[in-house]
């Protein structure tokens, strides 16, 4: 953080600093050409640089015989004098632009994420974080991540809008109230140690209970613990990376349409999951009225019993169904609008 700082402010202020080196090189020529020679060049750098900066300790180089000396150093205390202090200024105004930004930010991500109801946690943006986050914005999902690497989060989510981010641990009780865990409908533990996953999972249920929490797990001898810990869910990215690889292999067409499917950015379309109103219970599939959604395609329903694929229209709806959908992330909260206000067709 401290490189990056400088770094900025040398670019900010590169010719202010190109014209010091020009009066320091001046200053030390002039003195060495004023002294004939009798002094070194790092004497007459350090005359150049009392007088430019007004320490006063005394002169070095002895010019009380020496009017042209005297005027010389005159011109160098005029122009240097005013180019220090503009470059000191400039310090100051930086070091303080910087924290009051600092400030205005952390405030702003606060305000923003106190308004957030039923949004995500994302504990860690670094490896398959990253995918999530992105997955979440692409599905019009509100989410806030959570990350110790300010720097690295702005570097690695640049493409990503509007995001809500906290800085701090994830397994800290203090940062995860500040990301809004006791409004929030979802939690994602993905760390890359297992034991933080574990502490982010337990951490987060002991907060808010009614919060799901899904876990990601290196090592699948940590799987149980993770869960007793109080993760609803724990998958280990080499079990599903093995999956996926086989299934590119036996079964590429399936792959390659899913594939298009999740990179289809004018259709955006995914598999996405609801539940019905209670005044849609015992009514027919039919009176959802999908037909008129284009781009909705019902798959199948889970029911307490097991699964129904490709349910006819004649299918009565029951208070425990999960409808199998595939959808625009538009097109689905249309039908979340349904199911909440039935008397809309």
């Given at each position: ?107 702003k991500m606060e305000r923003e994420i106190g308004k957030l109801k039923r949004h995500y946690i ?224």
């Amino acid at each position: 953080m401290l490189k990056e700082f400088i770094l900025r402010f040398i670019r900010r202020n590169l010719s202010l600093f190109a014209v010091l080196v020009i009066v320091l090189l001046i200053g030390t020529i002039g003195y060495s050409i004023i002294g004939g020679g009798r002094y070194s060049i790092v004497d007459c750098l350090y005359m150049t640089v009392i007088t430019i900066t007004t320490i006063g300790f005394g002169e070095i180089i002895d010019l009380s015989h020496n009017p042209l000396g005297r005027i010389f150093t005159i011109f160098i205390a005029f122009s240097g004098i005013g180019i220090a202090a503009y470059l000191f200024s400039n310090i100051t105004a930086f070091i303080v632009e910087g924290r009051l930004q600092e400030v205005f930010w952390r405030r702003k991500m606060e305000r923003e994420i106190g308004k957030l109801k039923r949004h995500y946690i994302v504990c860690s943006i670094d490896g398959v974080g990253f995918y999530i986050a992105k997955e979440l914005h692409s599905t019009k999902r509100p989410y806030v991540i959570v990350d110790i690497d300010k720097a690295k989060v702005e570097r690695i989510i640049g493409d990503l809008k509007n995001e809500l981010l906290i800085e701090g641990e994830a397994t800290d009780s203090d940062i995860l109230i500040k990301a809004g865990i006791r409004e929030a409908q979802g939690l994602f533990a993905v760390a890359r140690d297992d034991n933080e996953n574990l502490v982010i999972s337990l951490t987060a249920k002991t907060l808010n209970t009614g919060v799901k929490v899904v876990a990601a797990c290196n090592d699948l001898k940590n799987m149980e613990k993770i869960k007793k810990a109080g993760a609803d869910a724990v998958i280990s990215p080499s079990y599903i990376g093995g999956l996926r690889i086989v299934s590119e292999m036996v079964r590429p067409t399936v792959v390659s349409f899913l594939d298009t499917m999740m990179r289809d950015k004018e259709k955006n379309l995914r598999i996405e999951e609801i539940s019905p109103s209670e005044s849609f219970v015992n009514k027919p599939i039919k009176a959802l009225n999908l037909k008129k959604f284009p781009n909705i395609l019902l798959l199948a329903i889970k029911r307490k019993e097991g699964w129904i694929y490709n349910p006819g229209e004649d299918y009565l709806l029951k208070q425990d169904d999960i409808l199998i959908i595939m959808t625009t992330p538009e097109e689905k909260f249309e039908l979340e609008k349904i199911f909440t206000e039935p008397g809309r067709k």
